[in-house]
């Protein structure tokens, strides 16, 4: 019974993910369409990393003692001044490490 | 042009190492998921057939919850789909890039097309080459098997773990998000995104709003296209 289960789930999550990109869908994305999910990416990365850095226990953390904040501020200017991936990871964990120190 | 098979190793060996932050990220999420599956008496091999078929990060812990409670089948099935929904429109946004690659390609790229690989999944020429099909390839496929490997531990060795989740493992996630979103702000369009993304995704996780994460996405996506239509018509 447990494996019929996953293998239902399997089949629910593996079609949200390949559903579109198969060409024969009947489905033709306009001009408007192509801009408006131009910004799904930051729109949803930024969702998806703004609760981890703010929210704690369902509650608003804007303490500087927050290491996530701390260290998330680092983060957004040295992803500005370097546009590099490895530097931004690299500065903002250092600091979120620093904070756990002290 | 010709490319030799060294080139594509490389390519997909860059993927998983871009990748490498956002595979650690998932450890503690991995164990936790792994070593609660044993609890609610799951066999090794269905808690391992979770990730190894699922692959669905809080999908999957969701599931054997409500299982483990004995929840109807329609309850798990639909708590999975609402979970899930946002990956259509990561299908919807790659459309154009991969639906024109081999049948080979599109099934394994789309079974591992999560938030991570989304996530890296931004740039210009992004599934446009072979060179960056095996990129994402190596950038997916690593963070499968990390999380396969995670889940595996916390099988084995999860009741003699401490709870990793404290660990804030997880801001190896927002550091590399910001690395990816931050140098991508160059019109007033994607920062009005940004920040009607950063504030709706704030308020719906304190209200704890189930569909927070795809609505608040939704929500930003409106406001960055209204602002392009308004910067384009002035």
Request: one cysteine or more; hydrophobic letters at 55%.
């Amino acid at each position: 019974m447990n494996f019929f289960i996953i293998f239902l789930l399997a089949l629910i999550i593996f079609t949200s993910r390949y559903l579109f990109l198969e060409g024969r869908l009947p489905v033709r994305l306009g001009a408007n369409a192509r801009d408006f999910l131009r910004f799904s990416g930051p729109a949803v990365l930024t969702a998806i990393c703004m609760p981890i850095i703010l929210v704690k226990d369902s509650e608003l953390n804007l303490a500087l003692n927050n290491p996530y904040l701390g260290a998330a501020i680092v983060a957004i200017v040295a992803a500005w001044k370097t546009s590099n991936i490895y530097w931004t990871v690299g500065l903002g964990t250092v600091v979120f490490i620093l904070y756990g120190s002290f | 042009m010709q490319k030799n098979r060294r080139v594509y190793r490389f390519a997909a060996f860059k993927g998983a190492f871009d990748m490498l932050p956002l595979s650690l990220a998932v450890l503690p999420w991995g164990v936790l998921f792994g070593s609660l599956a044993v609890q609610r008496g799951f066999t090794w091999l269905e808690s391992q057939a979770f990730s190894a078929i699922v692959f669905g990060g809080a999908v999957q812990i969701v599931a054997i919850e409500l299982i483990a409670d004995n929840a109807s089948l329609f309850t798990i099935l639909f708590s999975a789909l609402v979970i899930t929904s946002r990956h259509f429109l990561y299908g919807l946004t790659l459309r154009e890039r991969i639906k024109g690659h081999s049948l080979r390609w599109r099934l394994s790229l789309g079974f591992l097309l999560t938030d991570e690989l989304f996530a890296l999944s931004g740039h210009r020429r992004a599934y446009k080459s072979r060179l960056r099909l095996y990129y994402a390839l190596g950038a997916g496929g690593s963070f499968y098997l990390a999380w396969n490997i995670w889940t595996f531990i916390g099988i084995v060795a999860g009741a003699s773990l401490p709870d990793l989740t404290e660990l804030g493992l997880d801001f190896a996630i927002a550091a590399t998000f910001i690395a990816l979103v931050v140098p991508s702000i160059k019109s007033l369009s994607v920062l009005v995104t940004v920040i009607v993304a950063g504030v709706a995704s704030v308020t719906f996780s304190i209200w704890q709003l189930e569909l927070g994460l795809i609505f608040s996405g939704l929500l930003a996506m409106l406001a960055g296209y209204s602002v392009n239509l308004w910067e384009r018509s002035r």
